[in-house]
């Protein structure tokens, strides 16, 4: 079944601890982005990846880095979280085409006490 | 500010009633896209447009794209209650690599 993967679903997490949202899609698909989705401001982009070792910020990208290591995977990395950024993550996948379209992973709700 | 404003943010209604969602922007795009959310899912794609005039049906939705390419509208027809849920417009603009999104609208239809 073609999908976008993401680990964890759900994770609390205390201030300053480093962690990874995994995310990983097997359409082969060229590009991939994260998005964050927080109440009343839908979902805006941190950072997105046209191919391998290709990346570049969205418009939410302080505070998290990322990197392109495989076509198939796409992990987003708070070095050292905050409260703010407790929020639903996305990760999203898309093959370039005449009419783009994203597949979206289920999400991942992170709480940072 | 937000590039595309959606509205309304909220809506409840009653099943049978008709709605409308609109998405406008200053800026144009080169398609605009609707997506519906279910509660612990990720957005999926219920249609793309992208030639300004453009009018497409899904059964009882009917999604317009705007002469200019600035602005979007979904219309639900006889709202079902299995129509509840967080619809979202995504407007993409080339050469940027990016789809900028609406903050979305919560329908609740009543039974």
């Known amino acids: 079944e073609a999908q976008v993967t993401q680990n964890p679903r759900y994770l609390i997490t205390v201030t300053g601890k480093k962690l990874t949202v995994t995310c990983s899609q097997n359409m082969n698909h060229e590009y991939m982005s994260w998005y964050r989705q927080d109440p009343g401001l839908g979902l805006r982009q941190i950072y997105y990846s046209m191919n391998v070792e290709v990346t570049d910020k969205g418009d939410v990208p302080e505070g998290y880095k990322v990197s392109r290591k495989e076509k198939r995977n796409f992990p987003l990395i708070l070095e050292s979280p905050s409260p703010n950024q407790t929020s639903l993550y996305f990760c999203?996948?898309?093959?370039?085409?005449?009419?783009?379209?994203?597949?979206f992973g289920a999400g991942s709700r992170l709480t940072v006490l | 500010t937000q590039l595309l404003e959606q509205s309304p943010q909220f809506l409840s209604i009653q099943e049978g009633e008709n709605l409308t969602v609109y998405c406008n922007s200053s800026?144009?795009?080169?398609?605009l896209q609707w997506y519906r959310q279910e509660p612990g899912e990720g957005p999926v794609l219920l249609v793309t447009?992208?030639?300004?005039?453009e009018v497409k049906k899904l059964k009882r939705l009917t999604f317009q794209f705007g002469d200019a390419r600035k602005d979007s509208s979904l219309h639900i027809t006889a709202a079902q209650p299995g129509d509840t849920g967080l619809y979202l417009c995504a407007g993409e603009r080339a050469g940027f690599n990016k789809f900028y999104f609406g903050s979305g609208t919560k329908l609740n239809v009543k039974p």
């Open positions: 800026s144009v795009f080169s398609s």
């Open positions: 447009v992208v030639t300004g005039g």
């Open positions: 999203a996948s898309m093959l370039f085409s005449g009419a783009n379209v994203l597949t």
